[in-house]
């Protein structure tokens, strides 16, 4: 028989295409997508394959809906998950302890933001006080409030309530004149970097204050308000004060110093006797707020996004993270720095990378210097205008920074490329915009293989889940679903084990779940026995539900649990049982390109197909949305004396007697029962 020609398929690198671009063959990516691709992740040299599993770790609170990671000093690992009022810290496989935050309500969850140092986890939120999570062992956590001294001082205008602010302190520099002579010397004074004009000294303090007040008024950065006099409060003496009182004047931003232009053996001694307090109130307070993020970065606590004062961010005292007092003037000293954006913007994500990030609802921001200091203003460079969502982390990929826009359905990537000189956003979810819609969480999880690509998990609004695949060096960024039985996704993170864990609303409650590569199961639960086994207790959370059980490598089910139990056909000694989600791929639609922009638009069918697998157990198709049918993988079935799962096929499978004209025929790859899946290529072969 004549071979029928196909188009094969050895690759789905793109991952789950949106709808509008099933007519768009002409795209690169058309040949490397999919129609949908659900509980599947791409492999990077090709083909796909089951996701994980999820491992059941443990109940959690019943509000829980954040979660971090935290990796300890030691190199000890945790799922910090939080709650209304509460945190949980969680080891690989049990809940180690809860802490009590009282000031931390259900309605911040989803906008809470984290920094993480060695021991110590900083907690954020506009309307929480800052909170300093403390790890000293597996059992012993603490929380404190975060001991933040000296804030800095921000004059909104006024108090809450009205009336003006009353704790203003004018600076105050003293002259002492050493050897002038009266009527011959000549001198000048330096106030801040600019000089006054030259002045005759006086030895009668009053005469020569008054000449000294009107020299320094007259400097361009000396509003009226400063005075000068005399020490002593008369004539007599060698000292003047001067008090730079006055609305323009406040603060403690003053440098005063004198030179004698025509006496060698005259000096003019200045000393700053009073530091300036500018009126105002703490930039974050009880009353005004608190800030939206933090970082730690360049041996200093960053904080910004205020809630009274979104735009600007703050640093500490290099070496002293909680010290922001601006009393220390050096490179190394603190400092408050307000934005030069508009209106309306808020810092949402301050993020170390190859430079400072700062992300907010409008747009992306990087520091042009590599360190931060407090004498020279940081260079603010606009790179995107997309912004973060609130809440939702900005997760670190292959050098770049992945972030979720501010309308929550676009995943941007921030990397810095050396042909712009400059860093660069650009919209990565574009293809599977479909499958991005309102995010309220993602993680990434690093390559467990060097062969593998990072992993990123997504939360919606929904509650459903997202996988992502990202090697940026193959060209791969391929989107596929994740769904399970009976499941509403809450969080997710990845820990210090590069493990992936999610919180998830299960039937009996919310649970921590790890997605664990080998499991074909969810809500997986472990089981080992010293001697073949029929019954299995313990089952009350699946109570009513339908579970399979994977025992000695073998695949039984499905089961009903009543009263918390299941009887099986046969004895088994070790496994796991859990909840099966099939897998769910369908390819799109075979091109119709006869000729450069000739095409047939008339129904066809696919009655073969040749599909290439690797160590597969379990295999169903289907055509055009039709009922699956179970392939055969084996001749003359299974051998008897072999575990299942240990029978895995690999070679080409020819699928035949598929039936059914359609204007779109669409393939679809799925199972009927849980067992081992990889696909290598597929090869529709289309009758037109």
């Known amino acids: 028989m004549v ?49 994980g599993g999820l491992v059941d770790i443990g109940q959690v609170d019943s509000t829980a809906e954040r979660i971090f990671g935290f990796r300890a000093s030691d ?54 006080k800052p909170q300093r999570i403390k790890h000293a062992g597996p059992t012993s956590w603490a929380r404190d409030d975060a001991p933040l001294e000296a804030i800095p001082s921000y004059d909104y205008g006024g108090p809450i309530g009205g009336g003006s602010y009353t704790n203003g302190v004018a600076a105050v520099w003293r002259l002492e004149f050493v050897g002038l002579t009266s009527g011959t010397s000549i001198f000048t004074l330096t106030v801040s970097q600019q000089e006054t004009v030259s002045l005759s000294y006086n030895s009668d303090m009053t005469v020569l204050a008054a000449a000294i007040q009107a020299a320094i008024l007259d400097l361009p950065n000396v509003a009226s308000g400063a005075t000068a006099v005399s020490a002593s409060g008369g004539a007599g003496g060698t000292k003047i004060n001067i008090t730079f009182s006055g609305t323009g004047n406040e603060g403690d931003g003053w440098a005063v110093s004198g030179t004698v232009i025509n006496k060698a053996d005259a000096a003019i001694l200045a000393a700053k006797t009073t530091a300036g307090v500018a009126p105002g109130e703490d930039v974050i307070s009880a009353d005004r707020g608190w800030p939206r993020c933090g970082a730690f970065y360049n041996q200093r606590l960053l904080l910004g996004g205020f809630k009274s004062l979104p735009n600007a961010w703050m640093f500490s005292l290099q070496g002293d993270y909680y010290n922001y007092d601006e009393r220390f003037t050096g490179a190394n000293g603190p400092a408050l720095i307000p934005m030069d954006v508009e209106g309306g913007e808020a810092i949402e994500q301050l993020v170390p990378s190859r430079n400072l990030a700062i992300f907010t609802n409008s747009a992306e921001y990087w520091i042009a210097e590599r360190g931060l200091d407090r004498t020279e203003p940081p260079n603010h460079v606009q790179s995107g205008e997309r912004g973060v969502k609130a809440g939702v982390p900005v997760v670190k990929n292959e050098g770049a920074l992945n972030f979720v826009s501010s309308t929550g359905s676009v995943i941007g990537e921030f990397r810095y490329t050396d042909v712009e000189g400059n860093f660069v956003s650009r919209d990565i979810s574009l293809l599977a915009s479909h499958l991005v819609e309102d995010v309220k969480d ?113 695949v039984l089910g499905p089961y009903t649990v009543a009263s918390g139990a299941i009887t099986l056909d046969y004895g088994v000694t070790t496994g796991y049982l859990g909840t099966w989600s099939p897998p769910k791929v369908t390819l799109l639609p075979p091109p119709r390109d006869v000729a450069p922009n000739v095409v047939v638009k008339r129904p066809i069918r696919i009655p073969t197909a040749k599909i290439s697998v690797l160590d597969t157990t379990s295999l169903a198709v289907a055509i055009n949305d039709g009922p699956l049918k179970s392939v055969g993988l084996f001749r003359y079935g299974l051998k008897a004396d072999v575990p299942e799962l240990q029978q895995g096929v690999t070679g080409t499978l020819s699928i035949a007697g598929l039936t059914g004209f359609h204007e779109e025929p669409k393939l679809t790859l799925s199972q009927l029962r849980p067992g081992k899946l990889t696909i290598r290529s597929v090869t529709p072969e289309p009758a037109f």
């Open 75 to 128: 190199g000890s690992a945790y799922d910090l998950v939080f709650a209304s009022g509460k945190m949980e810290a969680w080891s690989a496989t049990a809940k180690l302890q809860t802490v009590t935050i009282s000031s931390l309500t259900a309605g911040m969850l989803p906008k809470l933001n984290q920094a993480q140092l060695l021991d110590t986890m900083l907690l954020f939120h506009q309307d929480l």
């Open 442 to 554: 993602q993680a990434m999880r690093r390559a467990e293989k060097s062969t593998s690509g990072n992993l990123n998990g997504v939360v919606l609004e929904d509650g459903s889940a997202r996988l992502g695949i990202f090697l940026r060096e193959q060209d791969i960024t391929a989107f596929s679903r994740m769904t399970s039985d009976s499941a509403s996704f809450k969080a997710v993170c990845a820990n210090g084990r590069n493990e992936m864990s999610w919180i998830v609303e299960r039937p009996g409650g919310r649970r921590l779940e790890r997605l664990t590569t080998g499991y074909l199961l969810d809500e997986v639960m472990t089981f080992s026995y010293g001697s073949p086994q029929t019954s299995i207790s313990g089952l009350s959370r699946f109570e009513g539900r339908e579970i399979w059980v994977i025992g000695d490598d073998n």
């Open 3 to 51: 071979a029928v020609p196909g188009r094969l398929q050895s690759a789905f690198t793109a991952g789950e295409l949106d709808p509008l671009l099933e007519e768009r063959t002409e795209l690169k990516y058309f040949r490397t997508g999919a129609n949908r691709m659900e509980n599947v992740v791409t492999i990077p040299q090709g083909g796909f394959t089951l996701r």
